[in-house]
């Protein structure tokens, strides 16, 4: 059963208004006024998004909260767009003498509502909070700025002196949405019976990373932040890059997705540490792998090949 929200009360949506102005004559194909967006689809937004550059849009779609990534999604279409204010590519465009419209957030009753659903995540018994795992499906009126960017390669420099380097339109996000208020919150709640199931899987990437930020913690690198990369010959890993660059320690790191085991990424070098062995337990027991099955599956790390070096285990 979904839950209605409107000016933060819980109530049964009354849509006959709504569909009495839609038929309206002049009222259904008038052009909105220039503080008025203009009302689309996501499928149109990715469809066609040149024609919405930059433009105040309003939607009607469901909204993901994940692990690193928030956004709205049609699944009619597989339409997926990023929410966000601001990244790198909006320093170029200014360059290239392109403005957009400023976006005020509204934090009204709607969108706290709205960001309550959103914020309330599967927690394991263990009492790890899965961000992957959202307790309510959610669907929502959307008003906001649409941002594209074409397709195309683009040379950055970190500053003048260093060599440019090219950023590919694959790197970051090219639709984006920049939020600026909510209504018509509808939130159907999610039997989390779905997450607990007991069954053998992988890590996911969440996992991944807490078992890093938990080795780093114990050394004093918790302020990094993590980078996630693929390396194509070695996917049975998932790598991190510490950024920016720690003046000290370790740069990259090197997950085994089926058991967890952390390796240094640059040498082989198996790490371990308290905080670290002790997620460890928890992440196992979730993911089904037993100490039988760990012993089955367990293998060196990705630079361990005959012939390359080794250290002892990283303390």
């Known amino acids: 059963m979904g839950i209605c929200v409107q000016g933060g009360k819980l109530s049964v949506r ?4 709504a569909v009495v102005l839609a038929l309206a004559p002049g009222i259904a194909f008038a052009q909105p006024t220039a503080t008025e967006p203009i009302k689309t689809t996501l499928c149109e937004l990715v469809k ?29 279409c597989s339409a997926k767009i990023q929410v966000s204010a601001y990244g790198v590519f909006d320093d170029i465009r200014a360059q290239d003498g392109q403005t957009h419209l400023p976006v005020h957030p509204k934090h009204d009753d709607n969108y706290r509502a ?19 795992c959202p307790l309510y499906r959610i669907i929502v009126t959307a008003d906001g700025r649409f941002d594209y ?17 090219g950023v590919s339109d694959g790197d970051l996000p090219l639709l984006r949405f920049a939020l600026q208020s909510i209504s018509d919150v ?10 607990s199931a007991k069954k053998r ?34 996917p049975g890993f998932q790598f991190f890059q510490a950024v920016p660059d720690p003046p000290s320690g370790r740069i990259h790191y090197a997950v085994d997705r089926r058991t967890g085991d952390v390796w240094d990424a640059v040498i082989c070098d198996h790490l371990t540490s308290r905080s670290l062995a002790k997620l460890l337990i928890a ?11 760990y012993r089955n599956l367990h293998r060196d790390g990705p630079m361990c090949e005959p012939g390359m070096p080794r250290l002892g285990t990283g303390k």
């Open 48 to 76: 066609t998004p040149e024609q919405f550059n930059g433009k105040m849009v309003q939607f009607r779609a469901e909204y993901l909260s994940k692990f690193q990534w928030e956004g709205f999604v049609d699944e009619s």
């Open 149 to 165: 960017f074409a397709g195309q390669t683009i040379v950055v420099k970190a500053n003048p002196a260093e060599k440019a380097v």
């Open 186 to 195: 509808v939130a159907t709640p999610i039997d989390p019976s779905i997450y």
């Open 201 to 234: 899987r992988d890590l996911t990437l969440e996992e991944a990373h807490e078992l890093v930020k938990a080795f780093q913690k114990d050394h004093g690198e918790g302020g990094n932040g993590l980078e996630k990369y693929e390396v194509k010959e070695y």
């Open 14 to 17: 009354n849509s006959i208004a």
């Open 114 to 132: 709205f960001r309550k659903y959103a914020g309330t995540k599967f927690r394991w018994p263990d009492g790890g909070r899965c961000q992957d």
């Open 283 to 293: 992440i196992r027991k979730r993911i089904g792998l037993t100490e039988e099955v």
